[in-house]
């Protein structure tokens, strides 16, 4: 993606102002849908590596068990450690792993897994039995490419994994996003076209008041 990102530069910068004059889609939509199409890419690979697990559980006054379900019904006030999934890199590049779980009764024990090459992992979670009911846990291990540093990547997948997924797959296209604007005649038209649609909007919100 970098390879094909410096050859998109240099054909801008090397490219005579004639075959420029000939092009019928203009540059900038070009360059936004190579960008697209990179970073959908990029999150199609890091999905489909990734992990999504859901499983039942309950609470009750006494323990009992439960179809379909590893953990079953918890007596209330009680803890059961669980094994939800063993991560291995069998590639060539360090693979960076975010869990995070959607329910507060299910805490993770190790949210951050680093592996290098062979590296193998296990992620585990203590469901802690506080409300009465059945409920439905969701836990996902995501896989990220390393495009941002680590700690950038696991503070986002806390907020949300997909803010977390969109942010990493958008790294690598921004050098096609930017490309229009290493060209000074494009930022000229962009300002105007946005001035052009700013003054149109002052002067609606002007006439509304009137």
Not at 53 to 65: D, S
Not at 180 to 189: A, C, N
Request: hydrophobic fraction near 50%; aromatic fraction near 10%.
């Amino acid at each position: 993606m970098g390879a094909l990102a410096a050859a998109l530069v240099l054909d801008e910068i090397f490219k005579s102002k004639k075959t420029r004059r000939k092009e019928k889609l203009s540059q900038g939509q070009l360059c936004f849908l190579g960008g697209l199409a990179v970073a959908l890419l990029m999150a199609s690979l890091m999905l489909s590596g990734s992990l999504f697990i859901t499983f039942p559980y309950g609470v009750e006054e006494n323990p009992g068990v439960l179809m379909g379900s590893n953990v079953g019904i918890l007596a209330l006030g009680t803890s059961q450690e669980i094994e939800l999934a063993e991560l291995n890199n069998s590639g060539f590049i360090p693979t960076f792993y975010f869990a995070v779980s959607s329910d507060p009764q299910v805490v993770l024990e190790q949210c951050h897994f680093t592996l290098a090459r062979e590296d193998v992992a296990r992620v585990t979670a203590t469901v802690y039995a506080q409300k009465s009911g059945l409920h439905q846990a969701s836990v996902i291990v995501g896989i990220f490419l390393p495009f941002l540093p680590p700690g950038i990547i696991g503070d986002l997948a806390q907020i949300n994994f997909w803010l977390a997924l969109i942010a990493v797959a958008l790294v690598p296209a921004m050098p096609v996003f930017v490309i229009p604007y290493l060209e000074p005649r494009y930022r000229r038209r962009l300002v105007v076209f946005w001035r052009q649609r700013f003054n149109k909007f002052t002067g609606a919100i002007g006439l509304m008041r009137r």
